[in-house]
């Protein structure tokens, strides 16, 4: 079942394809949209991050909380 909140395709190509949703060229900050990721382009060079989405940044600080504890205990 589709969401009806969810926008069109055309609607995400727009937002991905507008600079001004892009910071310094290569970090994705869009707060309408509310995909954590996205594929890139071409698909085969993987994914792509929504930097405004809250969910992305909690995954991303335990992530990095992760590396440093284990750099911390693996000395």
Do not use: C
């Not at 060229?25 to 996205?38: A, E, L, W």
């Amino acid at each position: 079942m589709k969401d009806y909140n969810e926008p069109s395709q055309e609607t995400k190509n727009e937002w991905e394809n507008d600079p001004d949703n892009w910071i310094w060229g290569m970090f994705y900050y869009n707060p309408k949209d509310k995909r954590s990721y996205f594929p890139k382009r071409i698909k085969e060079f993987g994914w792509h991050a929504n930097y405004a989405d809250p969910n992305y940044i909690i995954i991303l600080l335990l992530l990095v909380a992760v590396i440093v504890v284990f750099i911390k205990y693996t000395r």
